[in-house]
């Protein structure tokens, strides 16, 4: 397999493992599952949001390339990279409810691989 493949693969695992973690957003109740849930909404919108702004960022700069173009790219896919360490950092930490459903969240989250790491190599590791 490619190194694109398994990248396309890993990013659908953690974005389907998101979803059903972010399934319990919103509400106004304030058991311990949806507080819980409330923090991995939270950080999961912080992620989001970092990535977008990244993505945004590296499209203005493909709109007009200059001298600085790669550098501020590698830079701003590094800082895509460093909020999804810090996604799964911040999941990793959270405690689920010392209830069933969260002994359940403990076992879903670590099948569906939030312990892993994911490490992207630069961009210019791409380009020829």
């Known amino acids: 397999m490619t190194a694109s493949v398994i990248r396309l693969a890993a990013t659908l695992v953690l974005s389907a493992t998101l979803a059903i973690l972010g399934a319990g957003c ?6 311990a599952e949806e507080e819980w849930a409330g923090d991995v909404c939270s950080a999961v919108s912080d992620w989001e949001d970092q ?4 993505a945004d960022d590296v499209t203005e700069q493909l709109k007009s390339p200059g001298t600085g173009t790669l550098a501020a790219i590698e830079a701003d896919v590094q800082e895509a990279v460093d909020a999804t360490d810090k ?11 010392d209830t069933e459903a ?9 099948s569906a691989g939030l312990r892993v790491r994911f490490r992207c190599p630069p961009p210019s590791a791409f380009m020829t």
């Open 26 to 31: 919103g509400g106004s109740d304030t058991s």
């Open 51 to 54: 990535v977008k702004q990244s």
């Open 102 to 110: 969260g002994d359940q969240a403990k076992q879903q989250s670590s």
């Open 87 to 97: 996604l799964g950092d911040d999941l990793r930490e959270l405690e689920p409810p």
